[in-house]
């Protein structure tokens, strides 16, 4: 197997700018979307994980259903896209929902209960 261009191409770390990340606050730092909220549950009983995009009606416009948290977003962002529905309209957002459902997915595979941030 023939190794990755990235890999022959060995750079030091003083060769670049590295950036530490600070700490994140929920609180603090959170920034809202004006496109939509999401609300996220597992469905044990069809092993899927639900995700219900929701508009600040509080009405939930779509549910996409799914095994795996990968499977899901790709999914979402695709029919967002496809769609120009623009619910994900900041990159923090986006973020959450792949942290969130990846939770959601370990929880379903462990037999857990999920509870969303």
Same mark, same amino acid.
């Given at each position: ?24 606050? !929920?609180?603090? !730092?959170?920034?809202? !979307? ?29 549910? *996409? ?5 990968? !499977?899901?977003?790709?999914?979402? *962002? ?9 619910? *994900? ?29």
């Amino acid at each position: 197997m023939q190794r990755p261009k990235w890999l022959k191409t060995q750079k030091k770390a003083t060769d670049f700018e590295v950036i530490q990340a600070k700490p994140y606050d !929920d609180y603090r !730092d959170y920034r809202g !979307d004006a496109g939509c909220y999401v609300l996220i549950r597992i469905y044990p009983d069809t092993k899927e994980i639900g995700v219900g995009i929701c508009d600040y009606n509080h009405t939930i416009l779509k549910e *996409f259903r799914g095994k795996r948290a990968q !499977d899901l977003y790709t999914e979402i *962002f695709e029919y967002n896209k496809e769609h120009n529905k623009n619910w *994900f309209r900041v990159l923090d957002h986006a973020a959450y929902l792949g942290k969130e459902l990846k939770k959601a997915e370990i929880c379903l595979a462990a037999g857990e209960e999920y509870v969303q941030e």
